[in-house]
């Protein structure tokens, strides 16, 4: 299975130049933990930075900076790690793991921002994946339940 198919694709977007309060409200409405801060190349939205919800409480409320003078630009993280959408899961775990993100934009051949995987997309199919597998089993001894009779 690739990446693709299991991303959000559904990713809320900034530019470097949207205030601290307009990203936080965002996230507010969306319900989200993170915005990816793209800029315009070639008529595509290409990822340069990630803003989450930590990075506002670390790098601005606990540091006591007046949220009014910082842009997204400014506390985004920019050491970005992406995924190509065609990549495996397991790759993209990997490099998570290696890299220490909990979320990565997910990109296209030409690096446009096609969505978003986290850390618990990865939870929610491994229960799923789970799920199925115990359902099996009790399948299986109904199966030979049945067949003994």
């Known amino acids: 299975m690739t990446l693709g198919r299991i991303c959000n694709r559904e990713t809320i977007i900034a530019r470097r130049e949207t205030s601290i309060a307009e990203a936080a409200q965002l ?3 969306h319900h989200v933990g993170d915005i990816v801060v793209v800029e315009e190349k070639n008529g595509r939205s290409v990822p ?3 803003l989450t919800d930590r990075d506002l409480v670390i790098e601005i409320l606990a540091k006591d ?7 997204a630009g400014d506390a985004m993280s920019d050491r970005l790690v ?3 959408e065609t990549e495996s899961l397991f790759e ?3 490099r998570m793991r290696a890299q220490g993100v909990r979320r990565m934009p997910v990109v296209d051949a030409e690096g446009g921002l096609v969505g ?4 618990d997309d990865f939870l929610d199919l491994l229960a799923e994946e789970m799920s199925e597998l ?3 089993v009790t399948r299986e001894q109904l199966r030979e339940k049945t067949r003994r009779q």
């Open 27 to 29: 996230m507010r409405t």
């Open 48 to 50: 340069v930075g990630i």
């Open 65 to 71: 900076v007046d949220p009014a003078t910082v842009t």
């Open 82 to 84: 992406t995924a190509r």
């Open 92 to 94: 993209a775990l990997q």
């Open 116 to 119: 978003i995987v986290a850390a």
């Open 134 to 136: 115990a359902h099996l």
